[in-house]
């Protein structure tokens, strides 16, 4: 985490999203503001050089990210359609969410690190995009403060129902403090239903090495990956905490759904998708 800005990630992730509006067809997820919050051009994001530098011209990767984005806000509509009230977006980093949002009685909270969301705003306001009224800005240093004060003290109500979107964080946590966070969000008093993407063990010595190279990689960015988790360790937890809905599907399974099926990648699931795995729980 730099405490000058965003994460290495964060920024990735907010390009590659960017980057999906116009290198690909047809459209995973629709994001116009994602390039405006960067604060570059379609014109710059095509430049040689500066697609290949942030990563995103690895296709694979950058369709995931346009489909857990996908996946997190239809979840988010679905809630909405039964009377959802409350999103909370743990680890926001650049989404847009908020600045997309039509919907005028639907809070959204965004918590994040302070140097984060200090360079986000400068961002908005240079970018022209207006804070609407149901957005509020949590921010937490996980050093010092806790989930619980800092975003109920933000007006968040625990006896309402919510829905929290955590995307692009698990893996970076302890399975100790990933834990902690999935507790908090079972504490909700009424229906609550969590989004979350994560890292699945390698099971063959090939991608045990590609994880390695990559963890590797994260790490000397500053950002090493601490939790790999199982679909069966997770739902083990998940129904000890009290939740008892689940859909669990594997990043090359999530980009499929949403394009040509199996025929999406034209063979084996990329290597660069094998590990990633997104879930929506309930309860």
Known sequence: MDDNGPSRTALLTAYAR???QIADRPLIFTDPLAARLLGVTAEEL????????????????????????????DA?????????????????GLDTFAYRNTL???????????????????????????RPETLTFVS??????TLATRLESSGFERTDPAVFVWLGVVFYLT????HATLEYIAGQARRVEVIFDYLEPAVSDEDRAYQQIRADRLAAAGEPVFSYFTPDDLAAQ????????????????LVAGYLDGPATFGGEPPQALRANRILRASR
């Open 18 to 20: 960017a980057y999906h």
């Open 46 to 73: 095509t430049e040689p050089g500066t697609a290949d530098s942030l990563a995103v011209a690895d296709r694979s990767r950058r369709l995931f990210f346009a489909a857990r984005a996908r996946f997190a806000e």
């Open 76 to 92: 988010v509509a679905a809630a909405v359609a039964t009377g959802v009230r409350q999103v909370v977006i743990l680890g926001a």
């Open 104 to 130: 005028p009685d639907l809070r959204v909270f965004e918590v994040d690190h302070p140097a984060t969301q200090a360079w986000k705003r400068e961002r908005l306001t240079a970018a022209g995009i207006d």
């Open 140 to 145: 937490v240093d996980f050093e010092t403060q």
């Open 175 to 178: 399975p100790t403090a990933a």
């Open 238 to 253: 998940l129904r000890a905490l009290g939740f008892t809905d689940f859909d669990d599907r594997s990043g090359p399974d």
